[in-house]
């Protein structure tokens, strides 16, 4: 974000929101970059964004329920169940899940306004419009956002006509047309931009990196109950949460299976509501059913934020129907239960995203044969001055996936601090193989050998770091001690120059390291 927004706003409007992945989301960096310069780079800058955006899309639940049902007291039902669900705590907690509150509170904006726009209120649909166009740039999920109010418009009851304006006599598909039209329309001018501005397409570097599903679209839709399950279950009893559900994680057992069905029936006793909730749900789960390869996480908790309106509908309109059948004081009673339940949920979760050596323990815990959980917690515990941490969940990424070239990178470092340079050697030299066009590998590498007097075998690896980055400053300054040390002076002298262009500050101090070096 802050390299995109030195080259100017131009170069933030177009940059990826994640390398290689094709996500152009300029309405998230934007706010990034804002809390970035507002806040001075600190950190309670940018948690405090998130929980006003998440305080902002609660209140909106609240106003679009209240305008999708009967009764005020329904309304803030389903709102309070929204506000603190314990499923939402990654999403608020995790900086760079602000796509899902940017996206929630944008799309819901934009269905309230369309919602009075189909009321009578006329200045609403610009209003809609504009907020729909937004929310596209927040998350792609939102192109999906017509479809789910295609089937509100569906399967709840016709709205009321406004004071002095007829009902429109037209047939119900014949009046969906306009709006769906403009919405084709918006989404058509958003693609526009994106391969316009962003020069991107819609996730190609997802789709080329493979899935944790499958690579396959028939094995990932595989697992399609399974996930219908897990994201019902996390809906109805969101416990044990987990930041890296892994694919361990895809055999529900029957406790699972139990709660997806009993959602299921909640929605039903909520007869067209419930089933508009439902469909709102599954609407916004699709990208995450194993319909594309994502990246990352086979599912996660951060993934429900915007689907998790629909279930919100769902209870709000059990707690009317509750209320309208003379069991107000019961409905009451019950709502007040789980709104405290789900407090106390919320509660427990949210010192687990603290710091990163705290959240990355309670994932080891949970995944603990991820490989990528435990090198994950290596950095962190090493972050945190934790060296003996650091260096078992390095060797436990290493023995989980003995070629992967970040953790055999790190665990070959991590044992050169500790003195270990031998067992480094052997470990970066398995980098090296692992990933041979990796040149923080090759750096590495040739750092130890020169540290064991193998001075040819690291001059060799640095050259290859400097071809494959040639302006990699690190690996520019060791070839120059390097070749500095064979008795090479014009050589050394030749990188101390590109050195100078590359990092002034290192070159000064690896000129000084030598000065001190020569007899």
């Known amino acids: 974000m802050r390299e995109a927004a030195a080259r100017g706003a131009g170069a933030l409007l177009g940059a990826e929101f994640l390398a290689d992945t094709g996500y152009h989301r300029p309405v998230v960096l934007l706010s990034l970059r804002l809390d970035d310069l507002l806040g001075g780079g600190a950190a309670f800058a940018f948690h405090l964004t998130n929980v006003l955006l998440h305080v902002a899309a609660s209140v909106l639940t609240l106003l679009l329920l209240r305008a999708w049902l009967r009764g005020a007291a329904a309304a803030l039902a389903g709102a309070l169940v929204f506000a603190v669900h314990p499923a939402h705590v990654e999403s608020v907690a995790f900086v760079s899940g602000r796509t899902d509150l940017w996206v929630a509170a944008l799309g819901l904006a934009a269905a309230l306004a369309w919602t009075r726009w189909r009321r009578g209120e006329r200045r609403a649909g610009p209003a809609a ?47 969906q047309v306009g709006w769906l ?167 427990a979760r949210v010192p687990v995203w603290r710091d990163d050596a705290t959240l990355f323990s309670d994932m080891a815990r949970r995944s603990p044969d991820e490989y990528v959980v435990q090198h994950d917690l290596g950095a962190a515990l090493h972050r945190a001055g934790d060296l003996t941490g650091s260096l078992s969940a390095y060797r ?70 400097v071809e494959l980055r040639p302006d990699y400053a690190l690996a520019v300054a060791g070839l120059c001690e390097t070749l500095a040390a064979r008795g090479d002076a014009e050589g050394a002298r030749r990188q101390l120059a590109t050195l100078q262009r590359l990092d002034p500050r290192l070159a000064a101090e690896t000129q000084r390291r030598l000065a001190g070096a020569t007899p």
């Open 129 to 175: 419009v504009l907020l729909f166009l937004l929310s596209l740039f927040a998350k792609e999920s939102a192109y999906l956002l017509p479809a789910a109010l295609l089937a509100i418009a569906a399967l709840l009851p016709d709205e009321p006509a406004a004071e002095g304006r007829r009902r429109d006599p037209r047939p119900w598909w014949r009046r």
């Open 396 to 465: 436990r990424a290493v023995a989980l996936a003995p070629t992967h070239e970040p953790s055999l990178r790190a665990l070959g470092v991590a044992e050169g601090a500790a003195g270990n340079l031998e067992a480094s050697y052997g470990l970066l030299e398995r980098a090296t193989a692992a990933d041979p066009r990796r040149p923080e590998a090759h750096c590495n590498f040739a750092v130890i050998a020169a540290h064991l007097g193998r001075s040819e075998l690291a001059e060799t690896h640095f050259r290859r770091a």
């Open 181 to 347: 039209g403009v919405a084709a329309a918006t989404m058509a001018v958003a693609a526009a931009l994106r391969v316009g501005v962003a020069g991107l397409g819609f996730g190609e570097g997802a789709a080329t990196a493979g899935s944790r599903l499958g690579a396959d679209l028939a094995t990932r839709l595989s697992h399609l109950p399974a996930l219908v399950a897990w994201y019902l279950r996390l809906l109805l009893v969101p416990w044990p949460l987990n930041a890296y559900w892994s694919a361990q994680h895809l055999t529900p057992g029957v406790l699972t299976w139990a709660a997806a069905v009993a959602a299921v029936g909640v929605a039903a006793l909520a007869r067209r509501r419930g089933a508009a909730g439902l469909a709102w749900t599954f609407v916004f789960l699709l990208p995450v059913l194993g319909f594309a390869p994502l990246q990352g996480a086979p599912f996660a908790e951060r993934f429900l934020y915007l689907p998790s309106f629909g279930w919100c509908l769902c209870v709000g309109a059990l707690f009317a129907k509750a209320a309208n059948t003379g069991r107000r004081r019961a409905a009451t009673a019950a709502a007040a239960v789980v709104v405290a339940v789900l407090s106390l949920a919320t509660l």
